[in-house]
């Protein structure tokens, strides 16, 4: 039962447009949302976070939006650079944290 | 300061073989997680421990694997009787306490298991 679903296995954006990626959930209980960046053969790394209090978090180039009704979370990278390109998974997890559900990932090709 | 540590870094074992991953967390982390990754799949929570509370087990897929850590330091992840099935990307991850501003996790590189 995948309770996070990211139906985007990749997607392709041109050098200095907007990429969005989507992620939807089903569990309304998530209380905190977070997205990694994963480059080949490196661990997963923190991107951003945002929790289910808020509807938007952003950093930098990065913009997080929440959408509790809609069960459905979305990362805005802008401008978007060829270093971007990577998986970039959505995660979830309850207040206390003891367990994180993952996406199965978006590949982001930043074309230059 | 010095990332999550996880070795080795790649191993290949034979079929009912046991095998043993290691993981050395941030120090002053006392979160640490166990994922598996299939190849073209998201992570699968396996193990969460967090202190000294007993750890959350509930993501093991099988008797085959166990985990431990002592206090907040290394662990260590044991698959015994290694099955094909069980070739994946094991990635160990180490956090503050969640809930004191420790959601974010910070994973190591992982250890590619090959069953061969």
């Known amino acids: 039962d995948q309770q996070v679903k990211q139906n985007s296995p990749s997607l392709s954006v041109q050098e200095g447009r907007i990429s969005i990626l989507n992620c939807d959930y089903t569990?309304?209980?998530?209380?905190?949302f977070l997205w990694y960046k994963k480059y080949p053969a490196e661990g997963p790394t923190f991107l951003i976070s945002?929790?289910?209090?808020?509807d938007k978090n952003e950093d930098g180039r990065f913009t997080v939006f929440l959408n509790k009704s809609a069960k459905h979370l979305s990362l805005h990278i802008v401008p978007s650079q060829p270093g971007d390109s990577a998986v970039y998974f959505c995660?979830?997890?309850?207040?206390?944290?003891?367990?994180?559900?993952f996406g199965t990932g978006t590949s982001l090709t930043v074309i230059p | 300061g010095a990332g999550v540590s996880q070795s080795p870094s790649n191993k290949v074992t034979e079929k009912g073989k046991d095998v043993e991953l290691r993981c050395d967390p941030i120090?002053?982390?006392?979160?640490l997680y166990w994922y598996r990754q299939r190849l073209g799949q998201g992570l699968e929570f396996l193990i969460y421990?967090?202190?000294?509370?007993?750890?959350?087990k509930s993501g093991l897929p099988s008797d085959r694997f166990s985990a431990e850590r002592t206090g907040e330091s290394v662990s260590t992840l044991t698959i015994q009787r290694t099955q094909q099935e069980d070739s994946a990307v094991y990635l160990c991850?180490?956090?503050?306490?969640?809930?004191?501003?420790?959601?974010?996790?910070?994973f190591g590189p992982g250890t590619r298991l090959t069953v061969t």
């Open positions: 991850a180490s956090s503050l306490a969640p809930g004191r501003g420790g959601y974010e996790q910070y």
């Open positions: 569990n309304s209980m998530f209380d905190y």
């Open positions: 945002i929790s289910s209090i808020k």
């Open positions: 995660a979830a997890s309850g207040k206390t944290g003891n367990q994180f559900y």
């Open positions: 120090s002053g982390h006392t979160a």
């Open positions: 421990f967090q202190g000294n509370s007993a750890p959350d």
